[in-house]
């Protein structure tokens, strides 16, 4: 079967850094995508990775190991909006995305 | 409008009943989607459209259907509601063609069925 896991919840402190881990096992593999939701709100897309390496985007980062199905988002600096639900998501051989169950991210002052 | 717009926000339905729940996008989008989002567990793929015309089934079609009769509207039936399909429901879009077609999300509908 396929299967996506992250980390359910995650604490950190404002002005810091975080790592949200993402393993995922699927049948094929067609690029992983970081999505953030607030509470009671949509998804909005943070990140794409298809190659194995580092992307960089302001804050976030995102690094993909195809080979150890292993990804991860990095925030830095963090604020007090970030706390949010980060979505892992891969897509598979048939271009449909599966979704992990999503990281809680709490950002304490 | 501005993106993807679903309708209603809310409601609470009794078992049994049909409710139909909106969705339109203003971009031109090719691909659209209708996700199950429950607590704990990730978005679910009810159904997808990759052009108007076409559909086809995702992870949990089961009590759902779809059409598209064009490229900015698809809507999600639910022919007899039970309660578990109490959910907060997500209608995506997304380009075909590009370098990873993310998808766009609209606001979502919370859906209870008592």
């Known amino acids: 079967g396929q299967n996506i896991d992250q980390p359910t919840e995650m604490t950190a402190t404002e002005g810091a850094i975080v790592q949200i881990n993402c393993t995922y096992q699927?049948?094929?593999?067609?690029?992983l995508f970081w999505y953030q939701q607030h509470a009671g709100e949509a998804p909005t897309f943070l990140s794409y990775n298809v190659l194995d390496g580092l992307e960089e985007k302001g804050r976030f980062s995102s690094f993909l190991s195809r080979s150890k199905g292993y990804s991860y988002l990095l925030l830095k600096e963090l604020q007090m909006k970030d706390s949010a639900s980060y979505l892992c998501a891969v897509k598979d051989s048939n271009y449909q995305l599966i979704w992990g169950a999503g990281t809680k991210l709490i950002i304490k002052p | 409008i501005a993106g993807i717009t679903q309708a209603p926000t809310s409601q609470i339905l009794a078992a049994g009943r049909r409710m139909t729940l909106r969705c339109t996008q203003d971009m031109r989008h090719n691909a659209m989607y209708w996700y199950r989002q429950d607590l704990g567990l990730g978005l679910r793929l009810i159904h997808y459209s990759n052009t108007a015309g076409t559909t086809g089934k995702g992870e949990v079609p089961d009590g759902y259907s779809v059409s598209r009769a064009n490229t900015d509207d698809f809507p999600l039936t639910l022919a007899s509601a039970v309660p578990s399909q109490t959910s907060v429901y997500f209608c995506a879009s997304s380009t075909t063609s590009g370098a990873y077609n993310e998808q766009f999300f609209g606001p979502g509908t919370r859906l209870t069925v008592l």
């Open positions: 699927t049948s094929g593999f067609n690029g």
